[in-house]
């Protein structure tokens, strides 16, 4: 698939974030596979994985656009989607559409900023589809001015300088697709099909959903919320 036939298959359409990590009751390579699936069933048009035992799992059943990441943990840094050299080059090993990094400002495990690791990136792997998951603006900017061929709000209100701008937020959303020439993905803390609808119409490219869909204990916990 090139990168506007896959460009034209995500426009417009929901993308499954199906993940669970290690202390969540759903943590198993099966399930993330069967979540999938289901997600596949349901009309998505894409789906966003971590690691690369759920994502081999997720192919064998799934036949649409996989984002992948791998979540790690560095100590004494906070970047930990896909954070090194290492990361990217397991995600390009096993195959996926494409391959979201932390594009915040934050310095990475080796000491790099997000210029520096993705030009290196870039030139080992100039072919690869590449997202920027972003929380400011300033960062989306520098993404697109790096080269990354999509923007996401991933990260938009789960940074320390954007706790105050609770997900989804739709006014950033529409800030990026109305003045960036990249495409934006939006995802963070859309929970409704009525939010859903609410980040398209603010011109993104496609949207991520994903606790509102794969994490029941999330779920649960927001129903469990509403009678208290």
């Known amino acids: 698939m090139t990168k506007q036939e896959l460009m034209e298959k995500l426009r417009g359409g929901l993308i499954v974030s ?3 990590l290690a202390d969540e009751p759903l943590h198993s390579s099966f399930i993330m596979g069967r979540m999938a699936y289901a997600a596949y069933l349901g009309g998505a048009v894409g789906i966003r994985a971590n ?16 984002i992948g990441i791998i979540k790690q943990d560095y100590e004494n840094c906070k970047v930990r989607i896909t954070p090194t050299l290492k990361e990217i080059d397991a995600l390009v090993e096993e195959g996926v559409s494409i391959i979201a990094t932390d594009a915040t400002s934050r310095i990475r495990p080796d000491g790099s900023t997000v210029a520096e690791f993705f030009k290196e990136v870039r030139k080992k792997y100039p072919e690869q589809l590449f997202m920027a998951d972003c929380a ?54 859309i929970f409704s099909p009525e939010e859903l609808r609410t980040a398209m119409d603010q011109g993104v490219h496609a949207c ?18 509403a009678l208290k």
């Open 18 to 20: 199906c993940q669970a």
């Open 51 to 66: 690691s690369v035992e759920d994502i081999r799992e997720i192919k064998k059943t799934v036949p649409l656009p996989i």
């Open 136 to 189: 400011t603006y300033e960062d989306a900017l520098r993404a697109q001015e790096l080269g990354f061929d999509f923007i996401g709000t991933t990260l938009n209100g789960y940074t320390d300088d954007t706790r105050h701008l609770p997900p989804p937020n739709f006014d950033f959303m529409h800030k990026l697709a109305e003045t960036l020439h990249t495409p934006v993905i939006a995802e963070g803390g």
């Open 208 to 225: 991520v959903v994903g606790s509102a869909i794969t994490r029941p204990l999330k779920i649960t916990q927001r129903y469990v919320k």
